[in-house]
């Protein structure tokens, strides 16, 4: 039996995550959204989780932040995070490796991109 994936997309936009919703389910993985950094902490104390896209700026706990704070918990810090950012290339990259993110995509999200970053997190095609 052939078990699907499990992506938390969560973004404070809710265009942003219809947006991710339809590109990763497409792909044959099961999408789950979170509309802010601290319900996504809280997802994934109740949820198995194998990647996480994370919009980096949010109202309350930043999408960096809410990284941050996965990445230094045991329970956690093997899910893959892909910040999903607005700011320029050098921003985002410096923010995101400081966050211990494992990657991270400018908006608007580019198809290609996104199925790139899927593919090598989750060793899955996206179709």
Do not use: Y
Not at 11 to 40: C, H, P, R, Y
Not at 106 to 122: A, Q, S, V
């Amino acid at each position: 039996m052939n078990i699907k994936k499990r992506v938390l997309c969560v973004d404070d936009d809710f265009m942003s995550q219809k947006i991710l919703k339809a590109l990763l389910s497409a792909g044959g993985v099961d999408v789950v959204i979170a509309e802010n950094g601290e319900s996504a902490l809280e997802l994934v104390n109740k949820e198995a989780i194998d990647l996480i896209f994370m919009d980096a700026l949010m109202p309350g706990i930043s999408g960096f932040e809410a990284c941050k704070i996965l990445k230094s918990t045991e329970q956690h810090k093997h899910i893959p995070v892909i910040m999903l950012t607005g700011l320029s290339s050098s921003d985002s990259e410096r923010m995101s490796k400081e966050a211990g993110a494992d990657g991270w995509l400018e908006k608007p999200i580019d198809k290609k991109r996104l199925t790139e970053k899927l593919d090598t997190h989750l060793k899955k095609e996206l179709r």
